[in-house]
């Protein structure tokens, strides 16, 4: 289970307090100034609603276990996890046969060769980010 609260350090850094994230100043003169006027240096904040939860959650699946456990998503919030995320398992699946992820039953994984771009694999589930099509997503990352 996550800590409840993770205090953000330095430079575009993401805390957290119960479910609301926030995110440091992403230039260090801005980043040092707020700390110079005695306040935090936080540039954006954000509240998670059940849906950012559910997505938080296969993403932090994904980027600190390397898979998800469909089911076991699926029951933790009460949700049907393919009919859920229908449009996310098939971009996956483009990924699959790319050889960057394993979407098996009740499981999705990332591959070997996925490891090198786990980020943009976790970014499917990415509900702010526009899905870019997989030519756009790996020459960004690379």
Do not use: W
Request: charged share 25%; proline share 4%; with cysteine.
């Amino acid at each position: 289970m996550p800590a409840p609260i993770l205090v953000a350090i330095g430079v575009s850094a993401i805390g957290r307090v119960g479910d609301a994230y926030a995110q440091n100043q992403k230039l260090l003169p801005d980043y040092y100034a707020a700390i110079d006027a005695g306040r935090l240096p936080i540039q954006r904040g954000i509240r998670l609603n059940d849906d950012d939860r559910v997505r938080a959650a296969v993403i932090q699946e994904l980027m600190c276990h390397e898979s998800v456990d469909i089911d076991a998503i699926g029951q933790r919030f009460g949700i049907d996890f393919k009919r859920y995320f229908s449009r996310e398992i098939e971009h996956l699946q483009e990924l699959q046969a790319d050889g960057l992820t394993c979407v098996d039953g009740n499981r999705i994984g990332i591959t070997d060769r996925g490891r090198l771009l786990m980020r943009n694999v976790a970014m499917t589930f990415d509900a702010y980010i526009a899905q870019p099509t997989a030519a756009t997503t790996f020459s960004q990352a690379i």
